[in-house]
């Protein structure tokens, strides 16, 4: 059997501006996953290039990968990337020792409404409470750019509306560039552009001139 090449993206181009609240959305195989980890340092694409903050990502190779995704980029992702047997502000407190500021975990996870629970472990925490932990882990570095990747897609209605709020709240207090990847359509209302992607093809950008609070959000 020959070998077999998969396109995931094929000419998705896009500019976001600093400090937007964007959202990737599309069905699954839409190749926005594969756009977010490319961005993120995560994947390196074989053609194209890709800019974040004036540095040519595209054209990053090891270790200035890895200083790019330990100093540029915050994570979110959809199954939360806890480590069990630490507790929520040891949690927190990992990433930011390669920051030097892990003495910032407990006011982070204060700041995301999980002060009385810095002791607490993953299992003893519930869905929507390990993800805003995950919130504050990818705080703690700074990010220039946050990047969530179905980061409500394993909560429920209520608690994803919470997560989503939270996001919202990070983005315009912080002026923090974040890239969130969805196949809802309903969440694309909150976000200030909204890029459409299929068949890894950008189908459609659109602005929103009135993005709505995510706690009027219908699905």
Not at 18 to 23: C, R
Not at 68 to 79: H, L
Not at 140 to 156: A, S
Request: hydrophobic fraction near 40%; glycine fraction near 10%.
């Amino acid at each position: 059997m020959g070998e077999v090449i998969v396109k995931a993206l094929r000419g998705a181009t896009f500019d976001v501006p600093e400090g937007s609240l964007v959202v990737l959305l599309g069905p699954s195989g839409s190749g926005k996953t594969t756009l977010l980890n490319i961005i993120g340092g995560l994947d390196t694409p074989t053609s194209g290039t890709v800019f974040v903050d004036g540095q040519e990502v595209s054209k990053l190779v090891e270790p200035e990968l890895t200083q790019y995704r330990r100093g540029k980029v915050g994570f979110i992702f959809q199954f939360f990337n806890l480590v069990p047997t630490l507790t929520a502000e040891e949690n927190v407190a990992l990433v930011g020792e390669l920051a030097g500021n892990a003495d910032e975990a407990a006011d982070l996870l204060e700041r995301v409404g999980l002060g009385e629970r810095l002791e607490y472990y993953p299992a003893e925490l519930s869905g929507g409470e390990q993800q805003r932990v995950a919130i504050a882990r990818a705080l703690i570095k700074r990010p220039y750019l946050l990047l969530g990747d179905e980061p409500t897609g394993n909560l429920d209605y209520e608690t994803g509306l919470m997560v989503l709020q939270l996001i919202r709240d990070v983005s315009d207090e912080s002026d923090l560039t974040v890239l969130m990847v969805t196949h809802n359509a309903a969440i694309g209302q909150m976000a200030d552009i909204v890029i459409s992607l299929r068949s890894g093809h950008v189908e459609d950008i659109r602005q929103n001139e009135s993005p709505l609070p995510p706690s009027e959000l219908r699905w």
